[in-house]
């Protein structure tokens, strides 16, 4: 008899965590709707005490999300706890996920509690959020650094309290892999309740292990493993969804008492919109989603995985979703076609979202020959997820250029009905294009980062510029895509700007503080 792995998705809130990773309602909508196909077991929303709009998200994706647990984080106050029940209600299950630190150094410098102080706060925090949903979730902050003896005391008393799953956090990416799952073997050993709750995993990366943690977890009896798309989150981020769900998928052999209700085909779907959605770049050698994941090089490879694909490649691409990108649609093709083949592809548009997209499709259909899934995906991002969040659209840009001549950029944006124009010299195209934006909106900010790379085949092919830029202590990622690199420059830079003029003041009530 093997045993189901809960995967429980934290994207949305560790991961969304990450510096410059911020997402808006319609995007986390979007996120969530992929991670219900991907049918992971449970979705943490969000953490609906940080802002009005964490609220609001976790709101709406437990009204409109069904099948997987919808959860919302809160610190173990009464406040946190409301607002999180407050926000979980709609949802099919709801989930409240509560926490406090217990390791030493952050009960002592952090909190300024003592360990009895605290456990008293874990308990009242788990019996305040019995009161609004069944699945009430602990997590003693930072369990890998706790001394082992409060660890089973804090999780007894939580699971006494009405606890259904107790998270054994690895908040700093502490964790060898034999090591914190000894951890989970001493509770399973010294909590005589254990078994009236579900053992979770939450492993950090900061020593690239916590995929190996959380798999070594599993094999001491943990049951849930909380991990995000890509493996984004705080500072070197958490447990990568695609890379724990593939291990244990991919080495049934060696795992086989253990397997989880993804559907595979979906992850690199998933993938590509996280990342587009967040602008975090998938490294090319990341493992299961890296670009180069599939791919071989050494002609000796290539001839193995041509005779038996199996030679060179522990996974079938087509489990994790990687088709050949097909050439779909052109310039003459129909809005019936193109709808049909954004329902194949996931999407399921309102009448006016399928018309604005659609009008774009028209638009890149006349610039480019051949138009590929990758570029319908793009359409489709952009023309309604994206466009939630804009202040300024750009109008038109003219650029002039050249070895000997100073780049010049002219511009016009529009914010409700009006046109704004300006032009401005820069060292190059780009930056002449991005000193006017300053001009026009009056922010000021910094490029921390610039990256382009082609997102379809083809010398026609869609460029994605991706920025990093900050203004006071605010750093946003921005994006933009275009058949034209320089305007893609100007959205992705526009995009950003945008971001930091949308920002709710977000309190800055992250964990702990
Ligand atoms: O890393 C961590 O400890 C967390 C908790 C809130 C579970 O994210
Ligand atoms: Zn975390």
């Given at each position: ?14 991961g ?35 802002s ?26 009464e ?36 360990p ?115 493996g984004?989150?705080?500072?070197a ?42 602008g ?65 592809l ?35 991002e ?8 804009e ?109 930091i003029?949308?920002?709710e ?9």
């Amino acid at each position: 008899m093997s045993d189901k792995i809960i995967i429980f998705d934290t994207t949305l809130r560790d991961g969304e965590q990450a510096p410059g990773a911020s997402l808006n309602i319609r995007e986390k909508l979007e996120v969530a709707r992929i991670l219900k196909r991907l049918n992971v077991d449970v979705i943490e929303a969000g953490f609906p005490i940080a802002s009005p709009g964490d609220f609001e998200a976790v709101k709406e994706i437990a009204q409109e999300i069904q099948g997987p647990a919808i959860c919302g984080l809160a610190r173990a106050t009464e406040g946190d706890i409301v607002r999180a029940g407050e926000a979980v209600k709609y949802a099919q299950a709801g989930r409240i996920h509560t926490f406090i630190a217990t390791s030493p150094i952050h009960m002592e410098f952090k909190l300024k509690k003592t360990p009895q102080e605290v456990l008293k706060s874990a308990v009242e925090a788990v019996k305040l959020a019995k009161t609004f949903v069944n699945q009430v979730e602990f997590s003693p902050e930072d369990s890998s650094r706790t001394e082992l003896p409060f660890l089973a005391e804090i999780v007894e008393a939580v699971i006494e309290a009405g606890a259904t799953t107790v998270n054994i956090p690895d908040t700093v990416g502490y964790g060898i892999p034999q090591d914190y799952a000894n951890q989970i073997k001493y509770l399973k050993e010294n909590v005589p309740n254990i078994n009236k709750a579900v053992i979770s995993v939450h492993c950090h990366n900061d020593l690239g292990l916590a995929v190996a943690n959380s798999l070594a977890a599993i094999e001491k009896g943990a049951r849930q493993i909380e991990c995000t798309i890509n493996g984004i989150g705080e500072r070197a981020g958490n447990c990568s969804l695609e890379e724990v769900v593939m291990a244990i998928k991919t080495r049934n052999d060696y795992f086989k008492n253990f397997y989880t209700e993804i559907d595979t085909t979906q992850i690199m779907k998933a993938s590509k919109l996280v990342s587009h959605l967040t602008g975090f770049v998938v490294q090319p050698n990341k493992a299961i989603v890296g670009d180069n994941a599939f791919a071989h090089e050494a002609g000796i490879h290539q001839h193995g995985v041509l005779t038996k694909r199996q030679t060179y490649e522990i996974i079938d691409p087509k489990d994790i979703g990687l088709g050949e990108s097909k050439l779909v649609l052109g310039k003459h093709s129909g809005k019936h076609a193109f709808k049909d083949r954004l329902e194949q592809l996931g999407y399921s548009l309102s009448p006016d979202e399928l018309q604005s997209a659609f009008e774009r499709f028209k638009v890149l259909a006349d610039r480019k020959k051949n138009i590929f899934d990758e570029d319908l995906e793009i359409i489709v991002e952009e023309s309604f997820i994206k466009s939630s969040h804009e202040t300024y659209t750009l109008e038109y840009i003219n650029i002039s250029s050249g070895n000997k001549s100073i780049p010049t950029a002219t511009l016009q944006l529009k914010k409700e009905e009006h046109v704004y124009q300006d032009a401005a010299c820069g060292d190059g195209p780009v930056d002449a294009a991005y000193k006017t934006i300053m001009r026009i909106t009056g922010v000021t900010a910094n490029l921390l980062d610039y990256s382009l790379r082609s997102i379809s085949k083809g010398q026609d092919a869609i460029g994605e510029v991706v920025v990093k830029i900050g203004v006071d202590d605010k750093i946003v990622t921005g994006k933009g895509v275009s058949t034209d690199i320089i305007e893609a420059s100007a959205r992705a830079f526009l995009d950003g700007i945008n971001k930091i003029l949308k920002t709710e003041k977000k309190q800055q009530v992250k964990k702990g503080i």
